[in-house]
């Protein structure tokens, strides 16, 4: 699976949008993004993915970029609860396990 | 949405016993489910992969003979720790995603097993 990268860590205020970017410029053409995120002492929560068109769910936006090489998840009201570490991955397909990388630290700042 | 449920959600025994950790697909089946391991402050690392009907596969570092892994349904694997010490304390993570919807679906994620060794 295709390497990604993600900063360590970000902050937010509440109620604002928060854009968390991820680079994965090795993607291959079947390789779909996926966003999970995991609070703390929880297991990791789907929120979103997609292969080459922006997606809206309601939870998120997914951009992702015309070449595929990066994309950026958008929280529009982010909330206190938001506060979590989000994990951008790809993958090619079922039967494949995802591979987390360090992930960003978002906080939600009051 | 599909549901992945861990059973126990926390336990602690002592060093040398073996303690079992259940992961069950509530609403799919799957005939692929993932056990991961986290340790504090790191990210999360595949153990195995369990496939129903077959043997695990798992990775590299990962003693077979420790971490029994049994998918013996469409809905269950069972995770069993043998002769736990406390190096193996860890948050323990099962996820699976059903093959009947497309192969880009995602997996979901059991609430993980908090596992104390003392």
């Known amino acids: 699976d295709a390497k990604t990268t993600q900063p360590p860590s970000m902050d937010c205020a509440e109620g604002r949008a928060a854009n968390l970017p991820c680079n994965h410029s090795t993607i291959s053409g079947n390789e779909y993004v996926y966003w999970y995120r995991q609070i703390h002492s929880q297991g990791p929560q789907y929120i979103i993915h997609?292969?080459?068109n922006n997606e809206t769910n309601e939870m998120a936006s997914l951009i992702i970029t015309e070449d595929r090489k990066s994309s950026t998840l958008i929280l529009p009201h982010a909330t206190l609860r938001d506060t979590a570490v989000y994990y951008c991955?790809?993958?090619?397909?079922?039967?494949?396990?995802?591979?987390f990388g360090p992930g960003t630290r978002l906080s939600v700042l009051p | 949405g599909a549901v992945v449920s861990q059973h126990p959600s926390w336990v602690i025994c002592k060093s040398g016993t073996s303690v079992k950790i259940e992961c069950r697909s509530l609403?799919?089946?799957?005939?692929?489910m993932f056990w991961y391991r986290q340790f504090p402050k790191q990210s999360l690392m595949l153990m195995a992969t369990s496939n129903e009907g077959s043997k695990a596969t798992y990775e590299q570092g990962v003693e077979k003979d420790k971490f029994l892994i049994n998918h013996a349904s469409l809905t269950l694997s069972t995770l069993t720790v043998t002769s736990a010490h406390p190096e193996d304390s860890s948050f323990y993570i099962c996820?699976?995603?059903?093959?009947?919807?497309?192969?880009?679906?995602?997996?979901?994620f059991g609430d993980g097993t908090r596992l104390s060794i003392l």
């Open positions: 997609g292969l080459k």
């Open positions: 996820s699976a995603s059903s093959p009947l919807t497309g192969d880009n679906q995602p997996q979901h």
């Open positions: 609403d799919f089946q799957a005939t692929t």
């Open positions: 991955i790809v993958r090619v397909g079922y039967g494949q396990n995802f591979v």
